[in-house]
């Protein structure tokens, strides 16, 4: 154990006080982990989307103050009681989705939806004891998705953290524990592209371009990136797209634009947007009798899907993931592992397009709220 077991640790963490107003790097006291959970020392964490929405209160339920982050990698500094499979000096990443291994949804081949541990974005609270482990200016801090990464410390229930290779470099793979993993399991575990067959990717950011890896591997022969930013296409070229389209070059919905690009739609669909618009979009634009669309985006809170049911009779299947239905600690330490041992032709290095320090984190929202880049490396302890 670490001299620092069992003890409160202070340390820095960047905490949101206010709905889309700069975080703010504060002292903060991070309690010792309790039964089941481990805490964490945060080496790198990056921003994604997702933690965007949160901050800009679109999401389900606002909750301030609170310590964002969920896509990073680390090292266990100590653990809690009855913990056995993961000690001090473990390299870890730490994932919003967790799995227990005991549940139903744990032991089927086709779920990671587990029971206890799937992403809850309401849950501000640690589960044991139903409070926080951070303290900043006398206030407990809220939770955010079990992970809370961008802090130098944090706990995790052990079954949101997958133990990794440690000989994997952590300024990377950071970015499987959410992002990447997430788009390219959209692709090789739920759309499942055929050889030959044609995918339309809605959204060309990290996630998406993650997706678009995942058709190109899969064999897809054509990948149509969709996206309002025009200039995420000559990035997208990297990432094995081979056509682009904007919607807002068209006068007439983009949907119809890809079925006529495609003798009447396209096989598969992703959507990495969080656009509802897009979702719609992205369903409709597959081909009847056989197309499937996948849904990876985050909606707004008040959001609602609408199509006319006859698109679902003519044979069009809608589905959604969160994780790229990848299980967080079966598959993630795997799939890290393939990648250290370059069996999956997967170069993490083209995702990450910034990096900046942690008193810094500021900027990396101001990336991505400009659609600047793809991944922003935050550096902790620097
Ligand atoms: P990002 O902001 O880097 O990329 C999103 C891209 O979508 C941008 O390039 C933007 O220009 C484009 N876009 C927005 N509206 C569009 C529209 N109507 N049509 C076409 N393109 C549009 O975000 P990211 O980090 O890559 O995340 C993408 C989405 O995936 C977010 O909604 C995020 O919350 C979600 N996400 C989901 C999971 C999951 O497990 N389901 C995991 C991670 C992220
Ligand atoms: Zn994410």
């Not at 955010?144 to 997958?162: Q, R």
């Not at 995942?214 to 990948?223: K, P, T, V």
């Not at 707004?300 to 698109?311: G, Q, W, Y």
């Amino acid at each position: 154990m670490s001299n620092t077991a069992g003890q409160v640790i202070k340390c820095k963490a960047a905490v949101s006080w206010e709905a889309g107003k700069p975080l703010v790097i504060e002292e903060v006291e991070v309690a010792p982990p309790q039964a089941n959970e481990v805490r964490i020392k945060i080496l790198f964490t990056s921003l994604c989307h997702t933690d965007v929405y949160f901050w800009e209160a679109k999401g389900q339920k606002p909750a301030f103050p609170r310590i964002f982050g969920h896509e990073a990698a680390g090292v266990v500094e100590s653990v809690g009681e009855g913990v056995t499979d993961l000690k001090p000096g473990d390299t870890v990443l730490p994932v919003f989705t967790g799995e227990c291994k005991e549940c139903r949804h744990c032991k089927s081949e086709e779920s990671n939806m587990c029971d206890l541990l799937r992403i809850n974005t309401d849950r501000t609270v640690m589960l044991s004891d139903g409070k926080s482990r951070f303290i900043a200016k006398g206030k407990p801090i809220h939770h955010f998705l079990g992970t809370s990464t961008f802090s130098e410390y944090t706990v995790a229930h052990i079954g949101s953290v997958a133990k990794i290779d440690p000989a994997a470099p952590l300024d990377k793979v950071c970015v499987l524990s959410c992002g990447i993993s997430t788009g390219l399991g959209a692709a090789i575990n739920v759309a499942k592209p055929k050889k030959g067959s044609s995918v339309a990717v809605f959204g060309l950011g990290a996630v998406g371009l993650a997706a678009a890896e995942g058709a190109r591997i899969s064999g897809a022969a054509r990948i149509i990136g969709v996206d309002m930013n025009p200039s995420r296409f000559e990035q997208a070229k990297k990432f094995g797209v081979t056509e682009f389209v904007n919607p807002k070059d068209h006068d007439k919905p983009v949907q119809e634009v890809i079925a006529e690009m495609t003798d009447g739609g396209v096989d598969r669909s992703i959507e990495c947007t969080g656009s509802i618009a897009a979702m719609i979009s992205a369903f409709e634009c597959v081909h009847d009798g056989w197309g499937v669309a996948v849904l990876v985006g985050v909606p707004n809170r008040d959001d609602s899907f609408k199509t006319h049911p006859m698109n679902l009779l003519n044979e069009r299947t809608l589905k959604g993931t969160f994780f790229g239905n990848f299980k967080p600690r079966t598959d993630l330490p795997r799939l890290v592992e393939k990648y250290v041992n370059k069996e999956l032709d997967l170069q993490l290095e083209k995702f990450i397009t910034h990096e900046v320090s942690f008193s810094d984190i500021n900027k990396a929202f101001d990336y991505m709220l400009k659609g600047e880049g793809l991944r922003c490396i935050i550096r902790m302890g620097a």
